[in-house]
């Protein structure tokens, strides 16, 4: 989440739009290649491997108790003889579907907010802009807390939303800057004498204009999603049904895995996701240099 | 500039009415009211004392009133600093709890935030456009700002603190110590804030690094910079230049980071064992005690604002477009 | 960037200082903030230890395990909220009670016995002195006693049975009494903490029963020394009577008690030798108890702890189907508690007798009984009892249905966060599945759960409230006791009704506790009645979690050592073996 920043103040200049080569430069930029083969090793893992873990819930007790890793349980089992595998799988399965969903609904709310805002301008754009504030000020864990205390939190899309309802305005903020300086742009002057509405200009002239800038701002949230969700899960406050890495490492903590020695508990969750919300920042860098050909590598 | 400061207050004065309202509804709107939590704790099984002790305590934490005007009444005794009564440290008001708290968050975030973000920035700066370094910052700091703060909290605890014993990782100074203004004591403190501090600290050490790198390599390329190079000024100069205009960004940045750090100092508290606000949010969650949680939220969205009202004004100072504005 | 360090680090050091040394509350004014007394500061030092800075590490005793938030307050009238080491270290009790003899020791008591079958006198001690050097009298015991005639008071129930407590003379009490009831006077006798009535006859009745009690004035081994949100401190009182009276002598100069932390982090500060005692379950425990880690447990193998108190399943039988006794037997039989033993516990707890009876009480069980009518895990009894019962499978769903042909689908609630038990509650649905019986488990919050059971608005709950102790009556009495009211706050949360069962508890309360064999005779016909009804379904043994360091303190209690108490600091049970644990350890030397 910490790479936002860079790209919500970012003058308009990237959005000049795709050169058209970019597919060339992408397959060159090692940042790129990297963060994406390893995003993509994880959904593959999300996807598969629960095909390759034992049927039944994650929870059951199918196994002897705290079983390092080996050939029959390949990570190991837990404190009470659950499969730490199946739980790593629908783990990472689950944390895709966070960062899907809660990422997904944040970029929705944001583009419709920041498109909004910054296209029409005047008091459409003053009373959105001080809810996006207003929002953005509150300390989204806290709302979060809230929120979850008051309604209660069962399931993982459940979860997923309220992250995305909390994190969109930092798209919103960044998506109605760049509409501000794009809608005064010839081509947008042109849509408009021709008669196209609010929402054909955008979704036709201005959108695409900045595509390459929303994909980088929902890869990150997707990233902040699954952090969010982490720490969520940590405080006790994550799904009730379900399996999450969050989750995982809450158990793990609880139940003491470090002190018992139970390593093989604790370390995956956490390794998990930091490789895969650092390969999406470190992906988000590499598309950010393949769109903007002054960042390139020398 | 009054047409800034006009705007951003009425934006906080706005933030404020929302999270207090919001705040109200928490307590009031939840199954399982204090009220019968307290009777629980207290084994009283005789109809007549149980239904006394229950209008006795309805009484004490004024749920007994219609809504509007436990509304009104909410803004009253908070205008007063009156939170009411904490269910968990009963009978401690919430203030108190708070404010005894409230200088271990203080002294773990303020530092951690600034010195993550001179640190970061000097890093980013330094390593932009320096192939070796670069490829030693980038990576690290790609994996620092991915971990999640419980996971890097706990394993530091683990390595510094149980196994090497280098750190104490409990609590805010030492069980075997009585507060007193003594050396020894603070140094004890001191050692007790190291862990958590730094877990803090790295985590939001990478994400300044990188961020500041790829600014200074967006200055650098930028014309003024192209034109300074080819007047050859010294690359000194430039880079001061490309320093100065990328800090712009980061501070607003700083601003935006605030709610990522109180998340990120909760967990760490929790990890430690340390007894701030997060600690005490956690208690709150788990014994459903609503008026402490209230109270505790209040603090930081108060803390938050103020923050993002002291950021304001420092980026008034250093961004001269503010001042006549433009922005 | 090495100027801000400079700048920061000083900073910082000042900002926790403060933290730490201010009072942290600045008192409140205005009664209404704080019920009942002023505002707890933060870290009240009643006086600075000995030497200033640390507490010797081998002089002081470091426990956790029996406080789940601040201190709240020192007043051993306020059962529920008083820090731990109020009662026990400050406050005592008459007698304590010696769970391996199975009999009642005198404390401040030299002796008690009934001088006639409803009058029991008390000898007191001579020489106890409260700490604040007044003489401890019979005169305290009656002004304690007279407390509880207060509505709202923790034991007003005493006064339902009593007629009278007396001080004949400086040493002797006279109770007298309405009715007697022999068992739950001797459980009063160890449960009742005495108050010092000079100092206590000028407080108005919110105050005694809430008021926060700064600086306790007990007749106890130990003084208040101070406390802070996460800790409370007790220095040891030289002047203390049952250094000759007893001969005894607690060996920690300071106990200081910690607000219980995560398991990890009590784990970890055990390793570091920084922690002596853990009263808490801590998952794993027994992975790493051993010679090796000098981690100490009461039996070196399963159940590595004595058992503490019951955990039932209990039915609200107020409601179809959970109201017919076939049915509850049935949803016994389809339990698997071996499962639970084994997986969620790791052979810590130990399976419930078919009476729930504990092992300490295991004389009292009726083999002859329980062999007639007692009940065992098996899925395929538990279906056949279903289907005798008249309850069947209609809608082919595997799962059976009322007898009205309507579906049964039961709530198992245990409280969110009690991860012992919500796995405990899912292997108790699956396995009531797995006979037919649609239970399905929910974690509400506490509050919720507590508000739930109460009024009885649950299907099915796990409960272990009693603890163990000098009777068996005190489990008959949370089994049966009568009238059921609108709000059951302490006992038979299932609302079960029998006027029989309450007389023969009541009988079972008339016999004398020494005569063993007149107890067993009333027993018997409860636990038919228990056993043939099941108002609660027993299914486990919580153990006296104990999990003790060798690093500083050793001899600790074990089965067949030298000292044979449980090293426990709960409430109630610091007169069970907690205390005279203080006076057993020894410092380790090496």
Known sequence: ????????????????????????????????????????????????????????????????????????????????????????????????????????????????????????????????????????????????????????????????LFIGLTMWPWAARAIRAQTFSLRSRDFVDLARLSGSGTGRIIAREIAPNMSSYLVMMFILMFGGAILTAASLDFIGLGPTEGVSLGLMLQHASVNSALPLGLWWWFVPPGAAITALVGAMYVANVGLDEVFNPKLREM | MRRYFGRKLLLYGLTFFVAVTINWMIPRFMPGDPVSTMLARRTVNDPAAYEQMRVYYSDLFGLDKPIWEQYLNFWGSLLQGDFGISVWAFPTPVGSVI?????????????????????????????????????????VGYLLTAMPYMWLAALLAWVLGVVTGWFPFAGGYSFSRTPELTWPFIQDLIMHWVLPFLSLFLVALGGWAIGMRNMIIYELDSDYSNYLGALGAPNRLIRRYAFRNAMLPQITGLALQLGVIVAGAVVTEIVFAYPGLGLTILRAIQNLDFFLLQGVFLFIVVGVLIANFVIDVVYLLVDPRTRIGVA | MRNSWRLLTPLVAAGLAVAACSSGGTPQTGGQASPGGSAPPATQPAQQPAQAGEFPRNETLYSTGTMWGPPANFNPMDEGNHATGTVGLVYETLFHFDTNAKKLTPWLAESGSWTDDKTYVVKLRSGVTWNDGKPFTAKDVAFTYG?????????????????????????????????????????????????????????????????????????????????????????????????????????????????????????????????????????????????????????????????????????????????????????????????????????????????????GWKDFDDQAV??????????????????????????????????????????????????????????????????????????????????????????????????LSVSPWTY??????????????????????????????????????????????????????HLDELPAIPLWYNGVWSQASNGVWKNWGADGGANKYPAVFWRHWFEMGGFETLTQLQTNGS
């Open chain 1, 1 to 160: 989440m910490t790479a936002l920043q860079e790209i919500t103040t970012r003058e308009a200049e990237s959005a000049s739009g795709p050169s058209r080569d970019w597919l060339h430069f992408a397959v060159r930029n090692k940042k790129l290649v990297i963060g994406t083969l390893i995003i993509l090793l994880f959904l593959c893992i999300g996807v598969f491997g629960p095909l390759l873990a034992r049927s039944g819930s994650a929870y059951d007790f199918v196994g002897p108790r705290m079983e390092p890793p080996s050939s029959e349980f390949w990570f190991g089992t837990t404190l009470f003889g659950q499969d730490i595998f199946a739980q790593f799988v629908y783990g990472v399965r689950n944390a895709f579907m966070v960062g899907l969903f809660g990422g997904g609904v944040a970029a929705i709310v944001g583009m419709v907010v920041g498109f909004l805002a910054g296209y029409r301008g005047g008091w459409v754009d003053e009373v959105l802009s001080m809810i996006t504030n207003v929002v953005l000020v509150l300390p989204s864990l806290a709302v979060l807390i809230v929120v979850n205390a008051y309604l209660g939190i069962r399931s993982i899309p459940a979860q997923a």
């Open chain 2, 99 to 139: 404010l005894s708290a409230l200088p271990y968050t203080l002294a773990l975030v303020i530092p951690a935030v600034l010195l993550s973000w001179v640190v970061g920035n000097w890093f980013g700066a330094f390593a932009a456009r320096r192939k070796l370094l670069d490829s030693a910052v980038l990576p």
């Open chain 3, 147 to 359: 407390l509880g005639k207060i509505k709202g008071s923790a034991f007003a129930h005493v006064w339902d049975w009593l007629e009278a407590v007396e001080a004949t003379d400086d040493q002797t009490v006279t109770v007298k009494f309405k009715t007697a009831k022999y068992s739950q006077w001797d459980f009063e006798l160890y449960q009742r903490a005495i108050v010092p009535q000079h100092l206590w006859e000028g407080k108005d009745d919110k105050d005694v029963l809430t008021g926060m009690n700064e600086n306790p004035v007990g007749t106890g081994a130990y003084k208040y020394l101070s406390h802070a949100d996460d800790r409370v401190v007790y220095q040891r009182r030289d002047d203390w009577w049952g250094k000759t009276a007893l001969n005894m002598e607690p060996k920690p100069k300071y106990f200081v008690h910690i607000v219980t932390p995560s398991n990890e982090v009590a784990l970890g500060l055990f390793m570091q030798k920084q922690l002596d005692l853990a009263n808490n379950y801590i998952p794993g425990m027994n992975r790493i108890a051993g010679e090796a880690s000098g981690i100490h447990t009461y039996y070196p193998q399963a159940p590595y702890n004595l058992s503490a108190n019951t955990a039932w399943l209990v039915p609200n039988t107020t409601k179809k189907p959970l109201n017919d006794a076939a049915f509850r037997k049935a949803l016994a039989t389809s339990v698997d508690v071996p499962s639970i033993v084994k997986n969620v516990y790791g052979e810590v707890v130990q399976a419930a007798s078919p009476t729930g009876l504990l092992p």
């Open chain 3, 370 to 467: 329980i062999g007639e009518k007692g009940f065992t895990f098996n899925t395929d009894n538990a279906k056949k009892m279903l289907a005798d019962a008249g309850y069947k499978d209609t809608d082919g769903d595997g799962l059976v249905e009322n007898k009205d042909g309507s579906k049964i689908s039961l709530k198992l609630i245990t409280p969110a966060g009690w991860s012992d038990w919500n796995q405990s509650a899912s292997v108790i649905a699956t396995s009531a599945k797995a006979a037919g019986i649609d239970v399905t488990a929910e974690t509400p919050d506490f509050p919720a759960l507590l508000e739930a059971r109460n009024a009885g608005k649950f299907d099915l709950v796990i409960n272990n409230e009693r603890q």
């Open chain 3, 476 to 529: 008959y009495d949370y089994l049966f006791r009568q009238p059921v009211n609108e709000v059951q706050n302490t006992v038979n949360f299932g609302r079960y009704e029998n006027k029989q069962a309450w007389d023969l508890v009541q009988q079972l309360d008339a016999v004398k506790t020494d005569d063993v064999e007149g107890m067993k005779k009333v027993i018997s016909q409860l636990q038919a009645i």
